[in-house]
Nanobody, 119 residues
C-alpha cells in the first residue's frame, strides 16, 4: 500500500518559516519525481516546486528565492523549506510522487497539510 504522509503545516506570521515533510512508503522512492502542490478554495491546484529523481529542481516564479525543495532518499522523504512566508502562500499543501509515462504512469498524492500565514 502506497502512502504519502505530509507534516509540518501550521500557523505562521508573515515573514516566518515552515518546513513541510512528506514521508513515502510502498514505492521505490528514488525512482520517483516529487512535487509540492498547493490549493486554496475555489482555485485549481498549483504546482509549487518539483524535484526529479536526479535532483533537478524547479519552482513557480512566486516562490523562487523563498522556498527550497529537497529529498532524502535514505529516509524516503521530500521536504519543502518555506521562508519569508506571505499571506498569499496560505493554502493546503499536497505532496505528489510521479513515475513513468503513458500507460505505465503512476501518480500518488498525500492528504495535504494546511499552511496558514496570518498575523
Amino acid at each position: 500500500q502506497v502512502q504519502l504522509v505530509e507534516s509540518g503545516g501550521g500557523l505562521v506570521q508573515p515573514g516566518g518559516s515552515l518546513r513541510l515533510s512528506c514521508a513515502a512508503s510502498g514505492i521505490i522512492f528514488e525512482l520517483y519525481a516529487l512535487d509540492w502542490y498547493r490549493q486554496v478554495p475555489g482555485k485549481q491546484r498549483e504546482l509549487v516546486a518539483g524535484i526529479t529523481s536526479g535532483g533537478g529542481t524547479n519552482y513557480v516564479d512566486s516562490v523562487k528565492g523563498r522556498f527550497t525543495i529537497s529529498r532524502d532518499n535514505a529516509k524516503n522523504t521530500v521536504y519543502l523549506q518555506m521562508s519569508n512566508l506571505k499571506p498569499e502562500d496560505m493554502a493546503v499543501y499536497y505532496c505528489h510522487a510521479g513515475w513513468g509515462t503513458g500507460w505505465a504512469r503512476t501518480d500518488y498524492w498525500g492528504q495535504g497539510t494546511q499552511v496558514t500565514v496570518s498575523s
